[in-house]
């Protein structure tokens, strides 16, 4: 059974840090691209950023360039996401997404609340 477990979401003031983690099973996980998107309220989902299977190559989207980190351990299943001076406009539900050719797969999500 394929499972995406995110974790580490929350509420946190303006600039500052959380970290996201997830815990993938029931795939191979060290042949999957991982990414993380996210989706705020009212709007679509958006890629925020993107990593090869190995973690060699990165990518990310413009607004969070700078101030997001996407890592992954491969021994542990786990990619993470690492999320500095964060901004309200950050606010929305982070999805965690394997990719394999045609094969795709979605956690469940975390809430990631900026407000002070």
């Known amino acids: 059974q394929v499972q995406l477990v995110e974790s580490g979401g929350g509420l946190v003031q303006p600039g500052g840090s959380l970290r996201l983690s997830c815990t993938a099973s029931?795939?191979?996980?060290?042949?999957?691209?991982m990414s993380w998107y996210r989706q705020a309220p009212g709007k679509e989902r958006e890629l925020v950023a993107v990593s090869t299977v190995s973690g060699g190559a990165t990518n990310y989207a413009d607004s969070v360039k700078g101030r997001f980190t996407i890592s992954r351990d491969n021994a542990r299943n786990t990619v993470f996401l690492q999320m500095n001076s964060l901004e309200p406009e950050d606010t929305a539900v982070y999805y965690c997404h394997a990719n394999f050719v045609s094969l795709k797969y979605w956690g469940q999500g975390t809430q990631v609340t900026v407000s002070s």
């Open positions: 029931g795939f191979t996980f060290s042949a999957f691209a």
